[in-house]
């Protein structure tokens, strides 16, 4: 069981391009979301899904945006990437949304944006 | 509103000793918290999380965290520290109105030197 697979490992990339990181489990989780690493400030919430169908907003929304199709899939997209985002991305998911669940997570995506 | 606290960027312990890496929160109504590991170029691995019941939570490689209401604390400890356990380390908080987001602390760097 592979678990959290996330697509780059690592990319390099030119401000103003656009730019969508890949993040596909296999534990049949209903939730999903994506956080960003940064040092000092530990993880941050950029969006989440409570199911396949729904994508809400978490406290770092702005500049990405997400969709949710299936229950595997999750990919997190920058429309017009900046050197702000330039991060580590992961992804995660529970069984449920409630917060009692565990969320595992998936490798990471290192996103340098020039 | 509800936050975490690390209140220690930085942890050093000898191989053998006990360590402790400390937690606070601040929330209203019932916490749920929850310990991470995060490895070098790895993705953050679940350790241990405290939901109700009992105060002192037993989780993965000997690790355990005391639930103190009054201190609004969650400390994680280990008995005997390994080198292996050098890591940095994430407290989270979870909380039932808030469906599957978990506020994460700055993190921990633990150190443990032979």
């Known amino acids: 069981i592979a678990g959290i697979t996330q697509a780059p490992t690592s990319q390099i990339l030119a401000a103003g391009r656009r730019m969508t990181l890949r993040c596909t489990q296999d534990m049949r989780h209903n939730a999903m979301y994506w956080y960003r690493q940064d040092l000092g400030l530990g993880l941050r919430l950029i969006h989440y899904?409570?199911?396949?169908?729904?994508?809400g907003k978490g406290e770092v929304p702005d500049g990405y945006s997400v969709s949710r199709a299936n229950t595997d899939d999750f990919p997190l997209t920058l429309a017009s990437a900046v050197p702000s985002q330039t991060s580590v991305y992961f992804c995660a998911s529970s069984d449920s949304p409630a917060s009692t669940d565990t969320q595992y997570f998936g490798p990471g995506t290192r996103l340098t944006v020039l | 509103a509800q936050s975490v606290a690390q209140p220690e960027d930085q942890v050093n312990v000898a191989e053998g000793n006990p360590l402790t890496v400390k937690c606070t929160y601040s929330?209203?109504?019932?916490?749920?918290l929850f310990w991470y590991v995060q490895y070098p170029n790895r993705g953050l691995q679940f350790l241990l999380k405290y939901i109700t019941g009992d105060n002192l939570v037993k989780g993965s490689y000997g690790f355990e965290a005391e639930f103190n209401k009054s201190q609004t604390s969650f400390h994680l400890k280990k008995p005997s520290a390994l080198v292996s356990d050098s890591a940095l380390y994430f407290c989270?908080?979870?909380?039932?109105?808030?469906?599957?987001?978990?506020?994460f602390g700055r993190g921990t760097q633990l150190t443990v030197w032979p």
């Open positions: 929330v209203s109504g019932n916490p749920y």
């Open positions: 989270a908080l979870g909380r039932g109105s808030t469906l599957g987001r978990l506020y």
């Open positions: 899904s409570n199911t396949a169908g729904t994508t």
